[in-house]
């Protein structure tokens, strides 16, 4: 399923400093368990920031970021 959805680029531009914040957190928390060897918690945490990465980078591309 495709969601069309239509911001400003300001609005584009607050939704990659959002996506930006959480993707320090994921990174962080993968790094905090890795560190601890909970290697689930480090998958985990590494996709969700590589998906977080890639929706950010698809934003950029288009507000040319």
Known sequence: MAIKLT????EAEIIVDA???D?????ESA??????L???EV??????????QAV???IEALIGG
Do not use: C, P
Request: proline share 0%; aromatic share 6%; net charge neutral.
């Open 7 to 10: 911001l400003t680029e300001d």
């Open 19 to 21: 996506l930006e914040a």
């Open 23 to 27: 993707l320090e957190g994921y990174l």
């Open 31 to 36: 790094k905090e368990a890795r560190g601890n």
């Open 38 to 40: 909970r290697r689930e």
């Open 43 to 52: 998958r985990t945490y590494t996709e969700a920031a590589e998906r977080i």
């Open 56 to 58: 950010k980078s698809r």
